[in-house]
């Protein structure tokens, strides 16, 4: 198996690591390469093992899967580095937001099997979200599926779901820091210093991702457990009903979801 990533930033490097710390994919197998970050790149090669190459025929020769993880802004110089070595076989792998699969096609300047998958950057973690879509002439779907397990749970939702969920689990880590980032303001407000905010707040989230990974009950069951009759809970939840909290949330995700429908206008 030959994986070569263009592109060795944030979503690149959470999925590789993903994979090789979950042992799916040996770190030999797994070639990078990138424009602005070289050092970076280095220094996967030197913590994990990968192989770091610019040499473009060498990258495409006989690869599997080429990964493209620029940003789409970058997809253009991406494809002209690929195109003149890109072999029928290699199946090409697109996180990039928003570029349909016939563009890539197009630009590609062949007609390879093309997959879009969006995951999030807890891929590092093993603990992404993948949004999957398959061009027609896409074979051995089961292959990609395995793969993108070991860093994440699946969801195949076709070309025409990929903006919901580029909005939804794609975007979504994001979201929820920028809640948490307010939370650890408000527990400084309440008169912790910023270090104990961050501390408190980091291990509330991470206690409730925990009691949602291993306890089965809906969320607002859980919330119900908490909250006791004429207690401190039911007061801060009173106050929290009176903001429009879904419709901030409905926004934003639109927001995203619209940003994605406009990049793919190339
Ligand atoms: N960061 C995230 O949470 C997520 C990002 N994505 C998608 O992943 C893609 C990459 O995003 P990030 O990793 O956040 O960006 P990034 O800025 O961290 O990484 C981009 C990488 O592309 C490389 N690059 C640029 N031009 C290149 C070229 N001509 N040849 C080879 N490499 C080139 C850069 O050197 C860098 O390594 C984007 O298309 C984005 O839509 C998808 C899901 C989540
Ligand atoms: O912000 C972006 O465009 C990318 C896609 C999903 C997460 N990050």
Do not use: W
């Amino acid at each position: 198996m030959k994986i070569v990533f263009f592109g060795a930033g944030n979503m690149a490097s959470a999925i590789f690591t993903g994979m090789i710390e979950k042992g799916t994919v040996k770190a030999e197998d797994i070639y990078i390469t990138s424009k602005s970050n070289r050092v970076a790149a280095m220094e996967f090669k030197e913590s994990l093992g990968v192989n770091v190459s610019y040499d473009d025929a060498e990258l495409c020769k006989d690869a599997d899967y080429i990964v493209l993880a620029s940003k789409p802004q970058n997809f253009t110089d991406v494809a002209e580095r690929i195109r003149p070595y890109l072999e029928k076989k290699t199946k090409l792998i697109s996180v990039m937001a928003g570029i349909h699969i016939a563009t890539i096609q197009e630009e590609a300047g062949m007609e390879n099997a093309v997959a879009r998958i969006m995951p999030n950057t807890n891929a590092m973690v093993q603990y992404s979200v993948n949004g999957i879509a398959f061009s027609d002439d896409f074979d051995n779907k089961d292959e990609l599926i395995e793969l993108m397990a070991s860093f994440g749970k699946n969801v195949v939702v076709g070309e025409e779901g990929m903006d919901n969920i580029t909005a939804a689990t794609g975007s979504g880590p994001a979201f929820l820091y920028y809640i948490y980032e307010q939370y650890a303001k408000s527990l400084e407000e309440l008169g912790f210093s910023k270090e104990d905010a961050e501390k408190l707040t980091r291990n509330l989230v991470i206690g409730t991702g925990k009691t949602l990974s291993e306890r089965p009950e809906s969320f607002e069951q859980l919330r119900t457990d908490i909250t006791s009759k004429a207690g401190t809970t039911e007061a801060g939840l009173d106050t929290l009903s009176e903001f429009k909290l879904q419709e901030m949330i409905s926004k934003t995700l639109g927001s995203a979801r619209d940003r994605s429908k406009k990049l793919s206008e190339r």
